[in-house]
């Protein structure tokens, strides 16, 4: 059967067969995982399968990094020790309000961890991963800290909330292909991410160069891995082969 002849049936069903074809070369052992990058540090909601092989030979006893940051530990800190918002200096009049639904988890999580607070760190949020950035549109000589007008917001486009994890970003500009790539403020306003803080959202080096216009950067942006996340992976990958194979 052609590769255009072929569905996915077919794939699936060449695939589990692999494993009874006589083979003589390299082989690999691989583990998959769904992992969101918010659970490494990371101030963005990223599910992104990651798939680790290494040759069988080698025996490298590998796992994925435990996680180390979570939501229950970021909704502990802003609704039941409040250290989110004194950390930040945000008066009560400024937080957002809680509605039901969020009420109905505070409750849950009451009930889940007692009086003893979770003990992972807790999610970063786009307010922790920009707190000292300047308003784009002041004098602040960041070259690609540049204001971009015309963020606006309809049903299914509404924008990341400050205080919150940003949503994927995505590669591109705006629109369906693009992805959204706006901060939404808890006064309902919204305007587009800059470059600069993008690269924050991704965990990129604030002095690490882009170039082309603001969408060219933007799908730069959104097709990398977020460095913290390749790091931890790689620098855990690192550890075991050193491990498995000392000189």
């Known amino acids: ?11 699936l069903n060449e695939l589990r067969n692999i494993g009874s074809i006589s083979y003589t070369g390299k082989k690999y052992n691989v583990q998959f995982k769904l992992i969101n990058a918010a659970d490494y540090g990371v101030p963005q909601t ?15 006893p590998w796992s994925f990094p435990t996680e180390t940051h979570s939501e229950d530990k970021l909704l502990w800190d802003m609704y039941i020790t409040g250290e989110y918002w004194d950390r930040h200096k945000v008066h009560k009049l400024l937080k957002p309000d809680l509605d039901a639904p969020l009420r109905e988890r505070i409750s849950r999580l009451k009930d889940k961890y007692g009086m003893f607070e979770p003990e992972s760190l807790p999610w970063q949020t786009m307010r922790d991963a920009l707190f000292d950035t300047p308003n784009p ?3 602040h000589g960041i070259i690609d800290h540049i204001f971009r007008d015309g963020a606006r917001t309809y049903p299914g486009h509404t924008g990341s909330d400050f205080d919150w994890p940003s949503k994927t970003i995505k590669a591109g500009g705006h629109g369906v292909p693009g992805g959204e790539n706006m901060i939404r403020f808890n006064d309902g306003s919204v305007r587009y ?9 991704q965990t990129f080096p604030d002095d690490f160069v882009i170039k082309g216009t603001w969408s060219e950067a933007m799908r ?17 990958l690192a550890r075991q082969l050193k491990t498995s194979n000392p000189t």
């Not at 097709?223 to 620098?235: D, H, Q, R, S, T």
């Open 1 to 11: 059967m052609s590769g255009n002849s072929a569905n996915w049936k077919y794939h």
């Open 46 to 60: 990223r599910e992104r399968v990651v798939i680790v092989g290494t040759r069988e030979d080698i025996s490298l």
């Open 220 to 236: 730069q942006i959104g097709n990398a891995v977020p460095v913290l996340l390749a790091e931890k992976i790689g620098f855990k």
């Open 193 to 201: 991410l800059t470059t600069f803080e993008a690269k924050r959202i």
């Open 137 to 139: 549109k002041s004098d």
